[in-house]
């Protein structure tokens, strides 16, 4: 039981080059969600999803696009990077019904130059 | 208005002591959630504990409570024995939203840095 992994866990873009944050779970959780993390403003969610083929914009989502064909995976994204895009990325995942404690990722740390 | 605040951007606390972390929450929802979480630096975000809004009773895991008071909405963290390893990020977190999706966003507070010294 690998809980959930991200890959890469570090990368670096130039601006205007697109790439996807990979995010799997092994624990059947129907919710996954896409985190950012800057310095001074904790998390921020950037979308989510309540099951497979189903997915919906967070507190901070253009720039990004996620899709959910299966319910282990959940890709992130950034179309055509930008410098505001530098952060760190954080997928998480919970089961469904009621709060029920939410999983994270180790995170990505992307730098856009 | 912040939904979720930490007013100590950082503390110092003596190993083998008692911390409390502060945070306030802002809803008008009768049915949140409240979370902390660890992050060391490392940077992984740990799951410490939980307290809903229904809850009567203060919950505790091991060295950590949670000292819930909702009139005041306040959801304080109290780690008994500090320990070196305790030295750490700490972020408090809230779902809002009743029904059995209880919400989908996690809101973070901007998080408190604790540093355990000998």
């Known amino acids: 039981n690998a809980g959930v992994t991200q890959t890469p866990k570090f990368q670096v873009l130039k601006t205007g080059q697109s790439m996807t944050l990979q995010c799997a779970q092994d624990m059947n959780h129907e919710y996954m969600s896409w985190y950012r993390q800057d310095p001074g403003m904790g998390l921020r969610l950037i979308h989510y999803?309540?099951?497979?083929?189903?997915?919906d914009q967070g507190e901070v989502p253009n720039g990004y696009n996620v899709s959910r064909s299966t319910t282990e995976d959940f890709p992130l994204r950034l179309l055509s990077a930008a410098p505001s895009q530098t952060s760190v990325y954080f997928c998480?995942?919970?089961?469904?019904?009621?709060?029920?404690?939410?999983?994270f990722g180790p995170g990505t740390r992307l730098l856009v130059l | 208005a912040q939904k979720i605040t930490q007013t100590q951007p950082g503390m110092f606390v003596q190993e083998k002591e008692a911390v409390t972390l502060d945070c306030t929450y802002d809803t008008s929802d009768p049915s949140y959630g409240l979370f902390w979480y660890k992050q060391p630096s490392s940077g992984e975000m740990i799951f410490l504990i939980y307290q809903g809004s229904y809850d009567q009773q203060n919950a505790t895991e091991g060295r950590y409570s949670l000292n819930f008071q909702k009139a005041r909405k306040s959801a304080n963290l109290v780690i008994s024995a500090s320990q070196l390893g305790d030295s750490a990020m700490y972020f408090c977190?809230?779902?809002?939203?009743?029904?059995?999706?209880?919400?989908?966003?996690?809101?973070f507070g901007t998080g408190t840095q604790l540093k355990v010294e000998l």
């Open positions: 999803s309540v099951g497979a083929g189903i997915t």
């Open positions: 998480a995942s919970r089961e469904g019904g009621g709060y029920k404690t939410q999983y």
């Open positions: 977190a809230m779902r809002e939203g009743s029904g059995a999706g209880g919400g989908n966003k996690l809101t």
